[in-house]
């Protein structure tokens, strides 16, 4: 992705691809044919040649420029990248990818002894990354090394530092991760993350002990390891981010579900969107089902036993996805979401990015208060820091069951006002912890429709 930076996205060939002589470290672009070789070759370091890539001829995998148009590499090396309003986007990749690379290296070196340049992990997406090793550092005890944080054409705060992996032996019986300097501790509850830990997320979480143990089984390791994952860059960012307000102190946090970011406009999102609606209405399907992103479709697979293979993601764009929904003669919509966007329908606010409302309590306080709350329930629960958390304050409250169908009536309300009636709509709110928190008066009628859609789609198999 960068100049540190491969990505593969296919299996290798079963004959290895040739090597070409040379390498950048050595002699500039191995492909001599430019006279500005040994101005626009990065000098004495190993990564992809920015002319060669602009060029689209050039991928790098171990300290070796590979031609992309040779036959017998089969096309395996090859970078990411998307498309948005007719620009090619290059993908960048998460924090969580870069520790989990940082931390497999870091424990290769420790139990080999020798040094690593290169890591390559599996991203939740289905990408593998080639990642270069930055300050690495050995010692009989440990070993330490930083993965660059890439955010391709879509920089973010945390575009360009390093994430640090220090890795040593422990005698606990199972692997440990812990947080070093410029990753933020959580200091209240209701995140995903325990309180006075490090704000490691769950799907990086798996990624660096997966790491770990690639890296053990490897080397015939049996014992455990324990990693502490650092990016002292983190301290100065921290306070561009959200983490202050949720009660994240110190530090960045270590993100990503699918370990890839993807950059794209907020036009270009919609017209995603419409495309995947248009393939819909195209098969004749006249019943949408609907996500907001990954939490929806995972949830939806695990408990609904519902067919995701024809979903529509929506982003946070659903007021555009109700008009062009009813432009384009669907006859039901079922909108699966966590509760964290969906209560912001409750409140009609119709995209649902932070940048433009960030509306998740107030509604929740408010029908508290309603529904014979006390100022200081209400004021909790508008000052809950996520709405795991304003459930559970309900839940201690016995308010839960007073407030929730008040809250998907709202979205109810507020979905059937933008479509003018003209499309039956659903909506099923979860959480991560609580399950299914409430449904609009459709949801059950659509979530058995889909499910019996599932079933004619399996008995004709």
């Known amino acids: 992705?960068?100049?540190?930076?491969?990505?593969?996205?296919?299996?290798?060939?079963?004959?290895?691809?040739?090597?070409?002589?040379?390498?950048?470290?050595?002699?500039?672009?191995?492909?001599?044919?430019?006279?500005?070789?040994?101005?626009?070759?990065?000098?004495?370091?190993?990564?992809?040649?920015?002319?060669c890539r602009?060029?689209?001829?050039?991928?790098?995998?171990?300290?070796?420029?590979?031609?992309?148009?040779?036959?017998?590499?089969?096309?395996?090396?090859?970078?990411?990248?998307?498309?948005?309003?007719?620009?090619?986007m290059r993908c960048g990749y998460t924090t969580g990818s870069c520790a989990?690379?940082?931390?497999?290296?870091?424990?290769?070196?420790?139990?080999?002894?020798?040094?690593?340049?290169?890591?390559?992990?599996?991203?939740p997406k289905g990408v593998r990354l080639h990642l270069e090793t930055h300050e690495v550092e050995m010692t009989p005890d440990y070993a330490c090394c930083a993965i660059q944080k890439d955010s391709g054409d879509d920089p973010d705060d945390t575009n360009g530092i390093l994430i640090y992996a220090k890795v040593e032996k422990t005698d606990a019986p199972e692997d440990i991760i812990e947080g070093g300097e410029g990753i933020g501790r959580v200091t209240k509850p209701g995140l995903a993350c325990s309180v006075g830990g490090p704000a490691i997320n769950p799907v990086p979480r798996k990624m660096i002990l997966k790491s770990l143990r690639d890296a053990a089984e490897q080397f015939n390791y049996s014992g455990s390891l324990k990693v502490t994952i650092s990016a002292p860059a983190g301290v100065q960012i921290a306070p561009k981010t959200f983490n202050p307000r949720l009660g994240i102190e110190g530090g960045i946090s270590i993100l990503g579900t699918s370990g890839i970011v993807e950059p794209m406009s907020d036009t270009a999102l919609i017209e995603t969107m419409?495309?995947?609606?248009?393939?819909?209405?195209?098969?004749?399907?006249?019943?949408?089902?609907?996500?907001?992103?990954?939490?929806?479709?995972?949830?939806t697979r695990d408990n609904l036993q519902v067919d995701i293979d024809n979903a529509v993601t929506c982003s946070n764009f659903v007021g555009e996805l109700l008009d062009y929904a009813v432009y384009k003669g669907f006859e039901s919509l079922l909108l699966i979401g966590h509760s964290g966007?969906?209560?912001?329908?409750?409140?009609?606010?119709?995209?649902?990015?932070?940048?433009?409302?960030?509306?998740?309590?107030?509604?929740?306080?408010?029908?508290?208060?309603?529904?014979?709350?006390?100022?200081?329930?209400?004021?909790?629960?508008?000052?809950?820091?996520?709405?795991?958390?304003?459930?559970?304050?309900?839940?201690?409250?016995?308010?839960?069951?007073?407030?929730?169908?008040?809250?998907?009536?709202?979205?109810?309300?507020?979905?059937?006002?933008?479509?003018h009636g003209k499309l039956k709509t659903g909506a099923l709110m979860f959480s991560n912890v609580y399950g299914i928190l409430g449904k609009t008066a459709h949801a059950d009628e659509l979530i058995k429709l889909h499910q019996m859609k599932r079933k004619d789609e399996d008995n004709a198999r």
Not at 100 to 123: C, E, N, Q, W
Not at 388 to 394: A, F, M, N, P, S
Request: aromatic letters at 10%; glycine letters at 8%.
């Open 1 to 51: 992705m960068n100049k540190s930076a491969c990505v593969l996205r296919c299996k290798p060939a079963a004959v290895p691809p040739p090597v070409l002589a040379g390498s950048m470290a050595d002699n500039g672009c191995i492909y001599g044919r430019w006279r500005e070789q040994k101005e626009h070759c990065a000098s004495g370091v190993v990564g992809i040649c920015d002319f």
């Open 54 to 88: 602009r060029a689209g001829a050039f991928f790098i995998i171990k300290g070796s420029c590979f031609r992309q148009d040779m036959p017998e590499l089969e096309r395996i090396f090859m970078e990411e990248y998307t498309f948005s309003q007719g620009k090619q």
């Open 341 to 419: 966007k969906l209560v912001k329908l409750a409140q009609g606010v119709m995209n649902t990015h932070s940048k433009y409302a960030d509306c998740r309590t107030e509604l929740f306080a408010l029908q508290a208060l309603f529904n014979g709350a006390g100022l200081e329930t209400g004021r909790k629960i508008y000052e809950a820091l996520t709405t795991d958390e304003v459930i559970k304050i309900l839940k201690a409250e016995n308010l839960f069951d007073k407030v929730m169908p008040a809250v998907t009536g709202k979205i109810d309300y507020y979905m059937q006002h933008r479509v």
């Open 100 to 123: 989990a690379a940082a931390a497999k290296a870091a424990a290769m070196m420790l139990l080999s002894g020798r040094r690593i340049d290169f890591a390559d992990i599996d991203t």
């Open 274 to 299: 419409y495309t995947e609606i248009n393939v819909q209405a195209e098969k004749g399907n006249k019943d949408l089902l609907v996500f907001f992103g990954n939490y929806g479709e995972d949830f």
